[in-house]
């Protein structure tokens, strides 16, 4: 596991700095290296130097202004945090690369964007809103379920509902992986009137949650759209287009995730 090129970004802004005391791993880690636990690995096979010196104690601090750190070798510097929001179109698979050769959320971002993180994933026919960042941490700390970070869903039913939906949601589904809740839910008709839309938060993000609760109350889901997560919405962003976050989006989600 090597690092990238010596980063020619500029240091990151002053409220988005480490602090200058910081453990060697979160700081691999923050760079984009390889994840904390990763890069407690590299630190203990002895690839890692600090002002020339290899370090293999962990919990090692360094002074993440003034160190030189390098791994293998090359140089490594935190980049400007980059957060990419991305209206995923159904049948895009969330991974990097797929066997089958079907169309993946990569394919539809900038190719600079190639080397981010995903945060989260959707299913396959899901769509809706798909973060990405260069901030590995941050998103790590985003999914723990500690933080508990609020995800919103737009889910599209054919009518009639059972009476008791709302009731059976907020007081949780028993799954297969425990129990299920929506925080909160709301039913509205659509335009035509023809079928409902139930607003669903949820604070997990465990595997096509949703549909598994739907199926449970024998509910079929004709659309199911995430629109927002955290701080972030989805907004009028079309489907299958992409935008960067501004500098309050951002500041927004690190926020969350302390």
């Known amino acids: 596991m090597k690092p990238g090129r010596p980063s020619r970004q500029r240091p990151p802004r002053n409220s988005e700095r480490l602090a200058p005391l910081v453990r060697l791993h979160k700081f691999l880690s923050r760079a984009g290296v390889a994840s904390r636990r990763a890069s407690e690995k590299l630190i203990e096979s002895g690839r890692v130097a600090v002002d020339g010196r290899i370090v293999t104690e962990l919990g090692t601090k360094i002074d993440s202004e003034a160190s030189v750190v390098e791994v293998d070798g090359e140089r490594v510097r935190i980049a400007d945090p980059e957060w990419v929001l991305l209206n995923k179109p159904p049948l895009v698979v969330s991974t990097r690369s797929d066997p089958r050769g079907r169309r993946t959320v990569y394919d539809l971002l900038a190719p600079e964007h190639a080397g981010l993180f995903h945060v989260g994933r959707l299913d396959t026919m899901?769509?809706?809103?798909?973060?990405?960042?260069?901030?590995?941490?941050?998103?790590?700390?985003?999914?723990?379920?500690?933080?508990?970070?609020?995800?919103?869903?737009?889910?599209?039913?054919?009518?009639?509902?059972?009476?008791?939906?709302?009731?059976?949601?907020?007081?949780?589904?028993?799954?297969?992986?425990?129990?299920?809740?929506?925080?909160?839910?709301?039913?509205?008709?659509?335009?035509?009137?023809?079928?409902?839309?139930?607003?669903?938060?949820?604070?997990?993000?465990?595997?096509?949650?949703?549909?598994?609760?739907?199926?449970?109350?024998?509910?079929?889901?004709?659309?199911?759209?995430?629109?927002?997560?955290?701080?972030?919405?989805?907004?009028?962003?079309?489907?299958?287009?992409?935008?960067?976050?501004?500098?309050?989006?951002i500041e927004a989600l690190e926020t969350t995730a302390r």
């Open 126 to 249: 899901s769509e809706g809103l798909l973060l990405f960042t260069n901030q590995g941490d941050v998103a790590r700390d985003l999914l723990h379920p500690s933080r508990a970070v609020p995800r919103r869903y737009e889910v599209l039913v054919d009518p009639p509902l059972p009476q008791d939906l709302r009731t059976r949601l907020e007081a949780g589904i028993e799954l297969d992986d425990g129990p299920a809740r929506a925080e909160r839910v709301k039913v509205r008709k659509t335009r035509d009137g023809k079928r409902l839309i139930l607003e669903l938060t949820l604070r997990e993000g465990r595997n096509r949650e949703i549909r598994r609760m739907m199926k449970v109350l024998n509910v079929r889901i004709r659309r199911l759209r995430r629109v927002s997560f955290g701080p972030v919405d989805l907004g009028s962003l079309p489907s299958g287009g992409w935008r960067r976050l501004d500098p309050e989006e």
